[in-house]
């Protein structure tokens, strides 16, 4: 049963637009929220990363917005550049002090395009 | 400062054969996790290790199993090889402490195709 889902698959961007992708989750007990970026060839690597007591944390150009009565959450890319082309994975775990450590439930995807 | 490294980077198998996948992880990282991700989907959550020992175990069958070295290192096998284990095999490390568990370095992966 996949417990995070996510969407767009895919979003076609414009070189300085706003990219937003959205992920929703089933599991309550979910208390840890990481992005992770992928590029091809590569492994995915940890973008930025919320916890549920904040509404929301900007890295740069990267914001998390967190909804936990909705159990949503989504990515915001300001300012996207053509190197911000990859495939983004939303995911979501049972942090510090549960039985879950490392294991991360991955959303489906969102391939990314940027044009210049 | 290497990050995790994983042999091989490809290999091809036939059905029914037996695979082992290697993962050294980041200096300073004592956990391991595996995950397979299968083309155009997240990846899925094998197992983890932890002082040599399974710790956490996905939705896989007995066929997926493992090992973790003193050295901290791991390896993947998978037996009696099926057409659907064909996917990108992704080893993560992770320091074992509570604010760290969950922060996963990625190694590049190790792609399995099965024919």
Known sequence: ???VKQSPQSLIVQKGGISIINCAYENTAFDYFPWYQQFPGKGPALLIAIRPDVSEKKEGRFTISFNKSAKQFSLHIMDSQPGDSATYFCAASMDAGGTSYGKLTFGQGTILTVHP | DAGVTQSPTHLIKTRGQQVTLRCSPKSGHDTVSWYQQA??????FIFQYYEEEERQRGNFPDRFSGHQFPNYSSELNVNALLLGDSALYLCASSLDENSG???????????????
Not at chain 2, 39 to 44: A, F, T, V
């Open chain 2, 101 to 115: 568990a969950n922060v996963l370095t990625f190694g590049a992966g190790s792609r399995l195709t099965v024919l």
């Open chain 1, 1 to 3: 049963q996949q417990q």
């Open chain 2, 39 to 44: 083309l155009g989907q997240g990846p899925q």
